[in-house]
């Protein structure tokens, strides 16, 4: 428990708050390339998972179902540490593309998946009123299937954000900025401080983003939904 | 392990077979067998943690909330901060790795062992109790059985991402087949990388298999029917849906 005190003594000393090593300094380098990973996840993923779910006639959808929640699983499987490594190790790239890489691949999936679940599970009824008033598969599926499936859209945005916060941290192991510096350089010496203090940092970040996407889904999910 | 005078070059392959060759009987195998002690350890103590408080939550209403949102912000945290707090209190040992994927474990199952038992339908319960039935012999007889199938599938996510958060402890010197990570950026040298990721996801999905067909022994009932709609599956990989940090 000691070690806990002296962990937030560190966060009192003034130096920590100064310079490119300094916690505001850090704290917004991280949140940048979390942000960035995640502007280019959703760029990726939300179209795509839209798009799938809202096909469903033909003999693909059946298999598009089977590879889009597969990817999900195999996501889960791979160790983000070993990916993040071997991509800085083969690519000659600056520094951050060989890191966004890994961090979008591992990201992509949540995303994809429950924007596909959110929109194919929008009962049937529901998309024939919705044609039956003169609506375009492209009206039915911004009108109708993206509101209901809202809930779940931000679900799925919530975890890829909060494992691109992760993943993010871990990526300081290969040259990255951010909130991972203080637990790496830490740990290489061997101070106990440091290390503490940055997951502490960590742990803040992850539970406001928690709150802030519990805030996003008041903003954006229709009454109509959220009452059922 | 012994540094080899290696210095990557436009001809050297992606993967050097006689340095898996030197290094499988020691050095891989030891990370792949604490591999296998730091992953499964916290599942079945996510396991053992996870019943009891999920039939409580399932019996007291007002509890369950609380846990709900007590482990949906927990589950939120990175894996590599829980570690690195969990070192105050454990020192570098493998309960640093072990306590927070327990945690993590729990996390997941909890919800599915409350819903499992709330799906029961009420006339299966006035069934148990009219064939006198105690509410003991009800919940371990008919409740638990039922909830098995929504149960293992918490179970399936938590093992398949405890497998590969486990690695992510190299970061701090605890982290089986994540050491191969380590060792390889240090030196410069994809193989032990490419193997250690090759034998996370293999160990990974045999596991996933292995509690599939466990699923299938404990549950006869289920067998022979029709298998639910894809997009029912997938609403279910969405609910549990997390991973990796």
């Given at each position: ?228 | ?97 072990i306590y927070p994927l327990a945690l993590y474990t729990l996390s997941v199952l909890v919800p599915g062992v409350v819903d499992g038992l709330r799906s029961v339908p009420d006339h299966v319960r006035q069934s148990a109790d009219a064939m006198g039935f105690g509410p003991l012999r009800r919940l371990v007889q008919v409740e638990l059985p039922l909830a098995i199938p929504v149960v293992m599938a918490g179970l399936r996510v938590a093992t398949v991402s405890n497998i590969s958060l486990v690695s992510v402890g190299s970061l701090i010197g605890i982290g089986g087949l994540g050491e191969l990570f380590t060792t390889g950026l240090q030196r410069d040298f994809p193989t032990p990388i ?52």
């Amino acid at each position: 428990m000691n070690a806990i005190w002296s962990a937030l003594e560190w966060f009192t000393f003034s130096q920590q708050w100064r310079g490119p090593d300094g916690i505001p300094s850090r704290v917004v380098e991280h949140v940048w390339y979390s942000l960035l990973g995640f502007v280019i996840t959703v760029l990726i993923a939300l179209p795509a998972g839209l798009v799938l779910g809202h096909v469903r006639r033909g003999r693909l959808a059946g298999l598009t179902g089977f590879l889009v929640t597969s990817s999900a699983n195999a996501a889960r499987a791979l160790p983000t540490l070993g990916l993040l490594i071997l991509a800085v190790i083969l690519t000659s790239a600056g520094d951050l593309v060989p890191i966004l890489i890994p961090l979008v691949v591992l990201a992509v999936p949540p995303v994809l998946v429950n924007a596909y679940a959110g929109v194919q599970q929008v009962e049937p009824g529901l998309r024939d009123a919705a044609e039956g008033m003169g609506m375009r598969g492209r009206q039915v599926l911004l009108r109708v299937e993206l509101p209901v499936a809202m809930p779940l859209i931000l679900l799925g945005m919530r975890t890829a954000m909060i494992q691109i916060i992760s993943t993010a941290t871990i990526a300081a192991y290969v040259g990255l900025g951010g909130l991972g510096r203080y637990i790496v350089d830490g740990y290489a010496r061997q101070d106990y401080d440091s290390m503490a203090g940055g997951a502490i940092l960590v742990i803040a970040l992850a539970v406001v983003t928690q709150f802030a996407f519990a805030g996003a889904s008041r903003l954006t999910v229709s009454p109509g939904v959220r009452a059922r | 392990m012994s540094p080899s005078a290696f210095a990557p070059g436009d001809d050297e392959p992606l993967i050097r077979w006689d340095w898996i060759e030197r290094n499988l009987g020691d050095d891989i195998a030891e990370a792949f067998q604490e591999h296998l002690i730091l992953s499964f350890t916290p599942i079945l103590l996510g396991l053992a943690i996870a019943l009891p408080l999920g039939i409580a939550c399932a019996r007291w209403r007002r509890l369950y909330p609380v846990v709900l949102a007590a482990t949906s912000v927990l589950y939120a945290v990175p894996a590599i901060a829980l570690f690195v707090v969990l070192v105050a209190f454990t020192g570098l040992t493998y309960s640093t790795v072990i306590y927070p994927l327990a945690l993590y474990t729990l996390s997941v199952l909890v919800p599915g062992v409350v819903d499992g038992l709330r799906s029961v339908p009420d006339h299966v319960r006035q069934s148990a109790d009219a064939m006198g039935f105690g509410p003991l012999r009800r919940l371990v007889q008919v409740e638990l059985p039922l909830a098995i199938p929504v149960v293992m599938a918490g179970l399936r996510v938590a093992t398949v991402s405890n497998i590969s958060l486990v690695s992510v402890g190299s970061l701090i010197g605890i982290g089986g087949l994540g050491e191969l990570f380590t060792t390889g950026l240090q030196r410069d040298f994809p193989t032990p990388i490419i193997v250690g990721i090759a034998l996370i996801i293999a160990l990974a999905l045999v596991s996933d298999v292995l509690l599939l067909l466990v699923q299938r022994l404990l549950t006869p009932w289920e067998r022979g029917r029709v298998s639910r709609r894809p997009e029912r599956a997938a609403a279910e990989a969405v609910t549990v849906a997390g991973g990796e940090r």
